[in-house]
């Protein structure tokens, strides 16, 4: 069993990637299965295997506990963790043999609190990946791209899983856009000649270019589908380690 994490800030496009990821896995005849984790979701555009909504509703919590919409959607997710053992039980009953996994919209109560990492850990089967998804809008400005880029270093920091950069939203983006992203993302001298920082902020941010701190992003569309093959391609190549391009039936 394969288990994709999808990683990102609210609205990057998540939940709309998993039902675009799906649906293509569907049409070339792969077996998948979803589960949600966001206790939060008011409408999900996939028809979810497993749904935590089943189980925990921040909507309940808000009125049980008499709390703000804000700190029901923080117990909420941090209540799913209780429910980790009986999620995985019925992802083994279930049985696909790759899972797609959605995660609460706001990506800092999954990341950075104690119960994101323990329900990577606990849902995580042999092999397991992240997927983070960037909002290619917001990437365009050159600000936008090197905090995206440190906020997927976070992200890889925290969970400890390989990881697949996304650039979503595609479509929205220039030709020009597109250029600039790609030669920032190639060649981290072109961002350092063009980012305004105080010196030292610039050094920290060469250094951690320098090192391989940012990694190559695929861009993809989960509106039109663009690339959508290539990320399915890079998933597999983190499950088969790169011998085999093809998935178990
Ligand atoms: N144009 C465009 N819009 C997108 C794309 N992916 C998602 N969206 C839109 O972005 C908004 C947020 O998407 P959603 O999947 O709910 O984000 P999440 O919070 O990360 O799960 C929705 O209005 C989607 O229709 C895309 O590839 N292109
Ligand atoms: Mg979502």
Do not use: C
């Given at each position: ?9 609210a ?11 799906s649906?293509w ?9 979803i589960?949600?984790?966001?206790p ?8 979810p295997d497993?749904?935590?909504?089943d189980?925990?509703s921040?909507?309940?919590?808000m ?28 992802m ?5 043999p790759i899972?797609l ?31 983070y ?11 936008g ?31 020009e ?20 920082l ?14 391989g ?37």
């Amino acid at each position: 069993m394969l288990t994709v994490f999808f990683i990102g800030t609210a609205g990057s496009g998540k939940s709309t990637l998993i039902a675009a990821l799906s649906n293509w896995m569907d049409e070339q005849g792969f077996d998948v299965g979803i589960v949600n984790l966001d206790p939060a979701a008011e409408y999900l555009p996939y028809a979810p295997d497993i749904d935590i909504r089943d189980r925990i509703s921040a909507r309940k919590i808000m009125k049980q506990f008499k709390l703000g919409p804000n700190a029901s959607i923080i117990a909420a997710v941090d209540m799913v963790v209780t429910e980790a053992e009986r999620v995985k039980e019925e992802m083994e009953v279930v049985g696909a043999p790759i899972y797609l996994i959605d995660t609460p919209g706001q990506m800092e109560l999954f990341a950075f609190r104690q119960s994101g990492a323990y329900l990577i850990q606990r849902l995580s089967d042999v092999h397991s990946l992240v997927v983070y998804v960037a909002d290619a809008v917001y990437v365009q400005s050159i600000d936008g791209f090197a905090t995206t880029m440190l906020l997927a270093l976070s992200s890889r920091i925290r969970f400890k899983k390989p990881q697949i950069l996304v650039m979503n939203k595609a479509d929205l983006l220039s030709e020009e856009a597109l250029t600039n992203i790609v030669n920032w993302a190639e060649s981290p001298d072109t961002l350092l000649e063009s980012i305004e920082l105080p010196p030292y902020d610039k050094e920290i941010l060469r250094s951690i270019a320098n090192m391989g701190g940012f990694v190559e992003p695929l861009f993809i569309s989960a509106k039109t589908g663009e690339g959508l093959d290539k990320l399915y391609y890079q998933i597999q190549l983190h499950y088969t380690g790169g011998e085999d391009a093809q998935l178990p039936p």
